[in-house]
């Protein structure tokens, strides 16, 4: 159970120009109005929910400058200007406080080949393992089990999870988080079919990954190699758990994609592309700057307009696809309608 | 190649008020009807497929108490009351004799922090790793590259996978199995977008994960730490391979999820639902208890009827699904017919 | 960053029956036609190229043997019979030289129970875990963190990739590549509904996988071992990141399933079906050979007959649901039309 441990005016601290009332109370958690329990402290982020949450005991509220608030006995109050900005400012401190930073240093148990290069600023966890040519850059943090392959480069200040396996070559960025599981720099899934031998034979992956600075990744996330060149993901791109990026794919600077994305080979996503959940993107597809594609969207055809927004099996226009959607569920009376056009055409020809 | 390695008799005495008949065979597996190979087990769960059976020789066959079985020589018979009865109870004691817990104790090439409690009698397997304030219960079994972050705690007799990650807060209930590659309690998936910077800015994660008793979950499953309280899996729910949960999810008791599933951020599931392979569910949506989700479903707004059944994308009444499905693949006709009526009509104009 | 450090010469000897021409430079890299910098080798596939890519210098060209090549100053020319059979020759030593396989021996860290066999002609890496009775065939590479349950056979020449997981009594065949965090032989997904204790209980799963010859797997596959007999990947079938496969699935041989492909339990595909990205396959299909299933196609019925082609949700012949999917987008106007339609026949009647 997590404990923060925390006072009010240690938390008031954080927020310039707050201003504290009511009783102290031991700051345990921070939580979201609706599951507010003794111990709490909590941000509200308009006036109209003050009533609801005001029957509370034991909490620490943090209020707009001027509102009116009925603090119950028992309770704290801070007034800040704007409660959600303040919200922000205090939970990246809590999140340093929780998550610290391991300190510098390579634990006793990591494999690190002859010619691999780890600065002393670096931190390198239990069991990991660093193969020849590597390089891993300051403040670094590989976590437990990382692998780290041939002739990586990793930049400064750039983490990466328990578990995750860098594929010699791959180059990552400064300031990128890399998460648990993650897997990069895999062969290409390619082959040619062989008839004379009945078989599938790969073709050869020769390339590489290329990850700019800024980006992150959650978990267990699966990126191959280029067949020649490079496969490429742009700076400050944003990518979620799970999600399969193929050979050759570029992805712009600024990406947001979500959950289990699909990504397949040669595709090129331009700048500030957000992907829905479960999107899927057919190979060498072209996806213009901007675009928004919803959860479970196919994108089979090319997206050439800049700033669209996209939805369905395959891709249409959002509103397009919504009017579809919702007109589909009326195929049953459409085709009744049809029949009964149909029969009535029939008697007035017979009339 | 496994081997089961048993006699009848063995076999016989796991079946109470079981009469063995025929020839004794040493069984080497248990396979279904339609795969069987000489020393195999098979249990007939109903007397219409004993004729198709009764040809095979050196097999083992598990047949209910009065059937007529013309058993030829060379094979076994047990006969029981309810031989599927029979086979749940025999695989359970097959399933524990072929993968035995393993015998409590840490193993030399463990990395356990100061401050970290491990029952006397946990099983801790090469290359695990603990980190500071964690506590793991009686019982618990953490396989080999299992990492378990900073003050997690895990219940009594629960299973972690090799290479799953845990991360920092983490809280495991009693009885669970948590598969190989599982990663749980990364930060969610939240940016606000900062024009001055011209990028996505990570909102503060500072929540956990809780999973209560009895949860069960596959291979490779990512769970994210809520932005503040906690993710919630509730009581008995099941999770498959490959599964994505976001931050903030609540997920009741005995849900059910296949391979796959999808869940947003802050996604609400009653008790009991039940959702195929590869559903997404958007963020925030809220799903009634013991909904039944087809596979491949979008869920994309609140189902708030218990024990309804959805298909499609977006998510449909079943029944409506199966019928709009059907009525699609006809819409070339439907327009054809619409043609058709539009140049009768205009005809008639011209009578 | 990678440097291949060839000379035009060392390529030429590659390809049989080339002939140099032009300036010697040293190669740095491979590239694709419109990614060329100094020092890259680029294959051109078409003479209609030629004349887009004459304008670099200080790179290697490989052409035709009889193509009119306007060469610049300062870049090299190999002509040869096909340039594009030249390339996969080429990209193929590259690869064996960049991915060098590692040296037989086994790591001094590993942990390999008594009563398992590891052959002295296979690598194991750093922090490998291998159980009881399994058994390491020559040329086999265990990678760092490789985690091989007990009775686990792998075949000779097989490579598992960092961090995979080997459930006990899988058997890898021949000539396989287990790519890293994939996990084989978790228990299906199998649960049965108890009224009594309100939970689901898990029905035993006894079986294993088996995985045949030259099979190749991507990263952080997930594939369940049988309830009872065996989960079969056939023979020379490749397997792309992410894709989950259900308990007593047979796939047949040389199949192609792209990223994240689902397929439920006791699923059947034949040999050479070849599924898109994303696919979903309901429990207990059948797939006939040679079926063609387009990406995101959900298959909910058999599939009978051989070598066909599919596309939707759920799955419809492909020239049909490309008509259907184009027909639906012009629903709205449809919906007028009839509405029109309707009117036209009423104004009529009241004629």
Redesign the interface.
């Known amino acids: 159970?997590?404990e923060l441990g925390l006072s009010v005016e240690m938390v008031a601290s954080w927020m310039p120009g707050s201003r504290v009332e009511g009783t102290a109370v031991a700051i345990r958690?921070?939580?979201?109005p609706d599951?507010l329990q003794p111990g709490d402290l909590c941000f509200i982020g308009d006036r109209k929910y003050v009533s609801e949450i005001a029957g509370n005991t034991g909490v620490c509220l943090v209020v707009g400058s001027d509102w009116e608030v009925p603090i119950a006995s028992g309770n704290s109050l801070i007034r800040v200007a704007d409660p959600m900005k303040a919200m922000?400012e205090v939970?990246?401190r809590?999140?340093r406080m929780?998550?610290p930073m391991p300190d510098p240093g390579i634990?006793a148990?990591t494999?690190i080949a002859a010619g691999a290069y780890v600065s002393p600023a670096a931190t390198v966890?239990?069991?990991v393992?660093i193969e020849a040519g590597a390089s891993i850059g300051d403040g670094v943090v590989l976590?437990?089990?990382a692998?780290v392959g041939a002739?990586v480069?990793i930049g400064k200040g750039t983490r990466v999870?328990?578990?995750a396996?860098l594929?010699?070559?791959t180059?990552i960025g400064k300031n990128c988080i890399i998460?648990?599981?993650v897997?990069i720099g895999?062969p290409g899934?390619g082959?040619r079919?062989d008839a004379a031998t009945?078989?599938?034979v790969?073709?050869?992956?020769?390339g590489?990954v290329r990850v700019e600075d800024?980006v992150?990744m959650?978990?267990?996330c699966?990126i191959?190699r280029a067949r020649?060149?490079e496969s490429l993901i742009g700076r400050?791109t944003?990518i979620?758990?799970?999600v399969?990026i193929?050979h050759n794919v570029k992805i712009g600077k600024?990406c947001?994609l979500?959950?289990?994305v699909?990504i397949?080979g040669s595709v090129c996503l331009g700048d500030y592309v957000v992907m829905?959940?479960?999107v899927?993107v057919?190979d060498h597809i072209r996806v213009a700057p901007k675009s928004q594609i919803g959860?479970?969207t196919?994108v089979?055809s090319n997206i050439d307009e800049e700033g669209g927004k996209y939805f369905?099996?395959?891709a249409?226009e959002l509103n397009?696809a919504l009017?579809?959607?919702s007109?589909?569920?009326?195929?049953?009376e459409?085709?009744k309608?049809?029949n009964q056009?149909?029969q009535?055409?029939r008697n007035?020809g017979q009339e």
């Open positions: 159970m997590m958690d921070i939580a979201s599951h922000i939970c990246l809590v999140e929780l998550w634990h148990s494999v966890g239990p069991f393992v976590d437990a089990h692998y002739h480069s999870g328990p578990n396996v594929g010699a070559y180059e998460g648990p599981g897997v895999t899934f082959y079919f009945d078989s599938h790969a073709i050869p992956q020769i590489r800024c992150e959650g978990a267990n699966a191959d020649v060149g400050g944003k979620d758990n799970l399969h193929g600024a947001i979500c959950g289990q699909g397949s829905g959940g479960q899927g057919g959860g479970k196919g089979i369905g099996i395959p249409m397009v009017r579809v959607a007109l589909q569920k009326r195929l049953p459409l085709f309608r049809v056009l149909e009535e055409i007035k």
